[in-house]
């Protein structure tokens, strides 16, 4: 044993999460990932009307709610027999495009980009621009006045830390320029979605409001605008940030992990839902040249060290949430999905290399730049653009097909409940892969199971003892000084997790605890 470090919170994430890692020689060498809260939302469905669940499910979260509505409507859908039409199809890409947009770049600019500034080399900018100079009379303003919160407390600077005062005050400016950007983001999906947070628009069969000229030009609109922000700004901010002072950790591939890639597809593009616009697929063992097909009968969750009541590894339609606090080796209220009994990561890094996303496998093969953190941003940055470029194409579809004589929405026709039966809806949310699975009995939810993004990167052990992605990415990650744990959340960050946490670094020598607030 060893010295013993405790980071809580880390903040600048959504949710309770706690990480505890020992390092040895300067390096990660074992990492455990525990979720702290129990919500037990399934539970609460049990008993309700079918037509319920989407609405309910929403309320997981208020940042990523949009993401379950449209889960457990696709689960609805199956269940029920309906068939979404094209315009309650195209209508639905848009409003959940949205989503993706406001939160990839809430996720660059405010959740992790500074980690790698040192903010205060913005005192000493001496350039020319009256933007970034008003930035510096902003920032050098709040020092003297002793509140620089929220670019302050943060970590120390380290060798990765950018540095170059033009570099540092132009990224700020940015950090600045995309809280508004996101306010007209997340505008944009209440324009279909009827209103944000919490869309209720979306219904098993499609979606309830028709779109008028008026909503589809105020789309167009903002549409025009966030592009505008994610090519000029934010996509040469990121080229910038990971072809240049981030290079070195992008070629070491820290934060890699197991290198086992998932991901369900989303964004239909057709009534049958057979062609995707994110495809599905699943890469094994870091072998990127072959993508094998996705097969949900092949998902299990293991509880072995959550705590929930002891069992096999079980099919999610099969789950359930019988906690046992008292469980011997349980450490997460967090359970372990696996595919094929192997954990995986989720999300636009897993998402862009099943694709083989061309400008991402450039980096690869041009740059020598290896899964792992820096890669992670990079994929979100690549899928924004792909997006963005998309949905300009579907708002011109939506145009055709509401001109069309008998346009439609919603399948109404299956509405009503069955007297049984059962579904699952899989959706890639922008944090990664996303299934709800229901059974439907005497027209009540019989069960209700939902498996996150979160659960499949931040997994504790199943029951062979195999580290979840989280615990595996944290591996060989360096920490020269344990004072300034900073990679661990760059690390952890970089997932975009939907928890908060708690890291625990232990010493090999001294076995001492420190306690670290990070901000």
């Given at each position: 044993?060893?010295?013993r470090i405790?980071?809580?919170?880390?903040t600048?994430i959504?949710?309770?999460?706690k990480?505890?890692?020992?390092?040895?020689n300067?390096?990660?060498?074992?990492a455990?990932s525990?979720?702290?809260?129990?919500?037990?939302f399934?539970?609460?469905?049990?008993g309700?009307?079918?037509r319920?669940?989407s609405?309910?499910?929403?309320?997981f979260?208020g940042v990523?709610f949009?993401?379950?509505?449209m889960?457990?409507a696709a689960?609805?859908?199956?269940?029920f027999g309906a068939?979404?039409?094209?315009g309650?199809?195209i209508?639905?890409?848009l409003?959940?495009?949205?989503?993706?947009?406001?939160?990839?770049i809430?996720?660059?600019?405010?959740?992790?980009?500074l980690d790698?500034?040192?903010?205060?080399?913005i005192?000493?900018?001496n350039?020319?621009?009256?933007?970034?100079?008003?930035v510096?009379?902003?920032?050098?303003?709040l020092?003297?006045?002793g509140?620089?919160?929220?670019?302050?407390?943060?970590?120390?600077?380290?060798?990765?830390?950018?540095?170059?005062?033009?570099i540092?005050?132009?990224?700020?400016?940015h950090?600045?320029?995309a809280?508004k950007?996101?306010v007209?983001a997340?505008?944009?999906?209440?324009?279909?979605?009827?209103?944000?947070?919490?869309?209720q628009?979306i219904?098993v069969?499609?979606v309830?409001?028709?779109?008028?000229a008026?909503?589809?030009?105020?789309?167009?609109?903002?549409?025009?605008e966030?592009?505008a922000?994610?090519?000029?700004?934010?996509?040469?901010?990121?080229?910038l940030?990971?072809?240049g002072?981030?290079?070195p950790?992008?070629?070491?591939?820290?934060?890699?992990?197991?290198?086992?890639?998932?991901s369900?597809?989303?964004f239909?593009?057709?009534?049958?839902?057979?062609?995707l616009f994110?495809?599905g697929?699943?890469?094994?063992?870091?072998?990127l040249?072959t993508?094998?097909?996705?097969?949900?009968?092949?998902?299990?969750?293991?509880?072995k060290?959550?705590?929930?009541?002891?069992?096999?590894?079980?099919?999610?339609y099969?789950?359930?949430?019988?906690?046992?606090l008292?469980k011997k080796?349980a450490?997460?209220f967090?359970?372990?999905p696996?595919?094929e009994?192997?954990?995986?990561e989720?999300?636009?890094?897993?998402?862009?290399?099943?694709?083989k996303?061309?400008?991402?496998?450039?980096?690869?093969?041009?740059?020598?730049?290896?899964p792992?953190?820096?890669?992670?941003h990079a994929a979100?940055?690549?899928?924004?653009v792909?997006?963005?470029d998309q949905?300009?194409v579907?708002l011109?579809q939506?145009i055709?097909?509401a001109?069309?004589p008998?346009?439609?929405?919603q399948?109404?026709?299956?509405?009503?409940?069955?007297?049984?039966?059962?579904?699952?809806?899989?959706?890639?949310?922008p944090r990664?892969?996303?299934?709800?699975?229901?059974k439907?009995?005497d027209k009540?939810?019989?069960n209700?199971?939902?498996?996150?993004?979160?659960?499949?990167?931040?997994?504790p052990?199943d029951e062979k003892?195999?580290r979840?992605?989280?615990?595996e990415?944290?591996?060989?990650?360096?920490?020269?000084?344990?004072?300034?744990?900073?990679n661990?959340?760059?690390v952890?960050r970089?997932?975009?997790?939907c928890?908060?946490?708690?890291v625990h670094?232990?010493?090999?020598?001294t076995n001492?605890?420190?306690?670290?607030?990070i901000?």
């Amino acid at each position: 044993m060893g010295r013993r470090i405790t980071v809580d919170p880390v903040t600048r994430i959504e949710g309770h999460l706690k990480i505890e890692v020992e390092i040895e020689n300067g390096k990660i060498k074992d990492a455990w990932s525990s979720g702290t809260m129990a919500r037990g939302f399934e539970a609460l469905l049990t008993g309700r009307d079918p037509r319920d669940a989407s609405f309910v499910t929403s309320r997981f979260c208020g940042v990523c709610f949009s993401v379950h509505t449209m889960a457990s409507a696709a689960a609805l859908d199956e269940a029920f027999g309906a068939q979404v039409p094209d315009g309650g199809r195209i209508l639905r890409n848009l409003i959940m495009g949205s989503e993706y947009l406001y939160d990839h770049i809430l996720h660059f600019y405010q959740l992790t980009a500074l980690d790698y500034l040192d903010i205060m080399a913005i005192a000493d900018y001496n350039g020319m621009d009256k933007e970034l100079l008003a930035v510096k009379d902003k920032i050098v303003g709040l020092v003297k006045r002793g509140d620089t919160y929220p670019l302050t407390p943060r970590y120390e600077p380290d060798a990765f830390s950018v540095n170059d005062p033009e570099i540092v005050t132009m990224a700020v400016k940015h950090y600045l320029d995309a809280l508004k950007i996101q306010v007209t983001a997340r505008n944009m999906g209440a324009i279909f979605g009827g209103r944000a947070p919490h869309f209720q628009s979306i219904v098993v069969g499609g979606v309830t409001q028709y779109p008028d000229a008026e909503q589809i030009g105020r789309f167009k609109s903002m549409l025009d605008e966030v592009s505008a922000f994610i090519k000029n700004v934010y996509m040469q901010d990121v080229l910038l940030f990971g072809k240049g002072p981030l290079l070195p950790l992008a070629q070491a591939g820290i934060g890699g992990g197991h290198l086992n890639y998932l991901s369900y597809g989303s964004f239909p593009e057709d009534s049958a839902g057979e062609n995707l616009f994110f495809k599905g697929g699943v890469i094994k063992n870091g072998n990127l040249g072959t993508v094998v097909p996705f097969d949900q009968a092949k998902v299990t969750e293991s509880v072995k060290h959550a705590w929930y009541k002891e069992k096999d590894p079980v099919h999610p339609y099969e789950g359930e949430q019988i906690f046992d606090l008292d469980k011997k080796d349980a450490y997460s209220f967090v359970k372990a999905p696996r595919y094929e009994g192997m954990p995986m990561e989720v999300g636009p890094l897993a998402r862009m290399l099943i694709m083989k996303e061309p400008n991402l496998m450039g980096l690869v093969t041009d740059y020598g730049v290896k899964p792992g953190a820096v890669a992670r941003h990079a994929a979100r940055m690549l899928e924004t653009v792909m997006l963005v470029d998309q949905m300009q194409v579907w708002l011109g579809q939506l145009i055709e097909e509401a001109g069309k004589p008998g346009f439609r929405i919603q399948d109404t026709a299956n509405y009503e409940p069955p007297e049984s039966g059962e579904g699952v809806g899989f959706y890639e949310a922008p944090r990664g892969a996303l299934g709800h699975w229901i059974k439907i009995k005497d027209k009540k939810i019989e069960n209700y199971q939902a498996v996150v993004p979160s659960t499949w990167n931040a997994s504790p052990r199943d029951e062979k003892g195999v580290r979840g992605q989280y615990e595996e990415s944290l591996i060989g990650v360096p920490v020269p000084d344990p004072e300034n744990p900073i990679n661990i959340v760059r690390v952890i960050r970089s997932f975009d997790p939907c928890l908060a946490c708690a890291v625990h670094v232990i010493h090999p020598r001294t076995n001492e605890i420190l306690k670290f607030r990070i901000e």
